[in-house]
């Protein structure tokens, strides 16, 4: 499985109905799941951004379905990364010529 982090903005509408917010993440982490993944973390933030999600899925495609899904249903913008766990990145770095 590859990591995914998304940083999440609530859109207008998701912060007037910032009450729903609880019933959406359980959607988010239905989509994930039935598309193969997983939405392993939530948090809310402060600052730039209003929530950080780590996540996730086999591949990049699958990632993108679940954030344009997601995002589709009006209440959060998202920027989803992909990053590479400590095993991964010394695996990239030791094969570095």
């Known amino acids: 499985m590859q990591t995914y982090i998304t940083l ?3 859109t207008g509408e ?6 729903d917010s609880p ?3 359980e959607k988010a982490r239905q989509v994930y799941k039935a598309l193969g993944g997983e939405l392993k ?4 933030a402060m600052g730039r951004y209003d929530a950080v999600v780590f996540s996730e899925a086999p591949d990049n495609a699958t990632a993108m379905k679940a954030a344009l899904t997601v995002a589709g249903a009006g209440a ?6 992909r990053v590479f766990k400590e095993d991964e990145y010394k695996e990239i770095v030791g094969a570095l010529p």
Do not use: C, P
């Open 41 to 44: 973390a939530f948090y809310l």
């Open 76 to 81: 959060v913008r998202t920027e989803t990364l």
């Open 8 to 10: 999440v903005s609530y």
């Open 14 to 19: 998701g912060v007037a109905n910032m009450k």
């Open 23 to 25: 019933a959406r993440l």
